[in-house]
Nanobody, 123 residues
Framework: VQLQASGGGLVQAGGSLRLSCAAS????????MGWYRQVPGKERELVAR???????DYADSVKGRFTISRDFAKKTVALQMGSLVPEDTTNYYC??????????????????WGQGTLVTVSS
């Protein structure tokens, strides 16, 4: 399974950006997709994630500013980021919890990561 992320870039504080991620490969079911970010020297942290039923989780720091959406039929997830602040500057990583079909009766469930996409918010 491969995840292709796009949409990062440079934006002024208060501005907006939209990140997109598309999954491809041996995908039987997408259980959950989301976005994480990692500041150098710190652990990767959840930004937002969305499940098959549409349930969402957000980091407290982005609630009310970011919105995650998904189209699992198209195997995509998007993160609409608004009211950006310099503290949002870092690499953002797409994540997918995927069930793959290995054979007629065998399935496997794994976690996958895309390449980081850099978001830079200038003050």
């Amino acid at each position: 399974v491969q995840l292709q992320a796009s949409g990062g870039g440079l934006v002024q504080a208060g501005g907006s950006l939209r990140l997109s991620c598309a999954a491809s490969g041996n995908i039987f079911t997408i259980n959950r997709m989301g976005w994480y970010r990692q500041v150098p020297g710190k652990e990767r942290e959840l930004v937002a994630r969305i499940g098959r039923s549409g349930g969402t989780d957000y980091a407290d720091s982005v609630k009310g500013r970011f919105t995650i959406s998904r189209d699992f039929a198209k195997k995509t997830v998007a993160l609409q980021m608004g009211s950006l602040v310099p503290e949002d500057t870092t690499n953002y990583y797409c994540n997918a919890d995927v069930t793959s079909r290995e054979s007629a009766l065998k399935f496997s469930r794994n976690d996958y990561w895309g390449q980081g996409t850099l978001v830079t918010v200038s003050s």
